[in-house]
T-cell receptor, first 114, second 110 residues
Framework: NAGVTQTPKFRVLKTGQSMTLLCAQDMNHEYMYWYRQDPGMGLRLIHYSVGEGTTAKGEVPDGYNVSRLKKQNFLLGLESAAPSQTSVYFC?????????????FGEGSWLTVV | GDSVTQMEGPVTLSEEAFLTINCTYTATGYPSLFWYVQYPGEGLQLLLKATKADDKGSNKGFEATYRKETTSFHLEKGSVQVSDSAVYFCALFYGQNFVFGPGTRLSVLP
């Protein structure tokens, strides 16, 4: 059972560099999310998608872009990385209401911007 | 907006002690409530959930009851084990998105 898979797991970037985090889910979920987790702040929603071809801003979208070209994939991009974007990033996908609106998380991507 | 408040800890207990982690929420409607657990180096995993008032969620000896009158969903376990050491997140779901609490770190000592 693959579930939600994130790549890469670890990455070190220099300030100003760009990168893309890839999230893939094999559960045929419509809803997908990108969160960041910082000490003492819990999980904060960056962007989300309610279906293929759709994206929407969450609580902390600045400095990030996303795309959902295929239902199973949700990409998170950093165009010009900043030290404030050093964090652990979690992708998640969610079942619909008939399955209890349960959210499933990937294992996380540790990003350091120096 | 919707929000979740939980004791931030850290909470340190001896093995076989009783555990309570408090969680209260603010929501405009009637959300579903969840507890998630995060072990070191891993993503969050669903521990239990409740979808309406007075529902009790339970799993692996953990329990929580959806209390609408006190807007609470406290997590309890009668006898904790060292393997329960983790960070616990209370969360609500309403509309399209989840709102998570800040997490409570639990350490259980042998």
């Amino acid at each position: 059972n693959a579930g939600v898979t994130q790549t890469p797991k670890f990455r070190v970037l220099k300030t100003g560099q760009s990168m893309t985090l890839l999230c893939a889910q094999d559960m045929n979920h419509e809803y997908m999310y990108w969160y960041r987790q910082d000490p003492g702040m819990g999980l904060r929603l960056i962007h989300y998608s309610v279906g293929e071809g759709t994206t929407a801003k969450g609580e902390v979208p600045d400095g990030y872009n996303v795309s959902r070209l295929k239902k199973q994939n949700f990409l998170l991009g950093l165009e010009s990385a900043a030290p404030s974007q050093t964090s652990v990033y979690f992708c998640a996908s969610r079942t619909g209401i008939s399955s209890g609106n349960t959210i499933y998380f990937g294992e996380g991507s540790w990003l350091t911007v120096v | 907006g919707d929000s979740v408040t939980q004791m931030e800890g850290p909470v340190t207990l001896s093995e076989e002690a009783f555990l309570t982690i408090n969680c209260t929420y603010t929501a405009t409607g009637y959300p579903s409530l969840f507890w998630y657990v995060q072990y070191p180096g891993e993503g969050l995993q669903l521990l239990l959930k409740a979808t309406k008032a007075d529902d009790k969620g339970s799993n692996k000896g953990f329990e929580a009851t959806y209390r609408k009158e006190t807007t609470s969903f406290h997590l309890e376990k009668g006898s904790v084990q060292v393997s329960d050491s983790a960070v616990y997140f209370c969360a609500l779901f309403y509309g399209q998105n989840f709102v998570f609490g800040p997490g409570t770190r639990l350490s259980v000592l042998p």
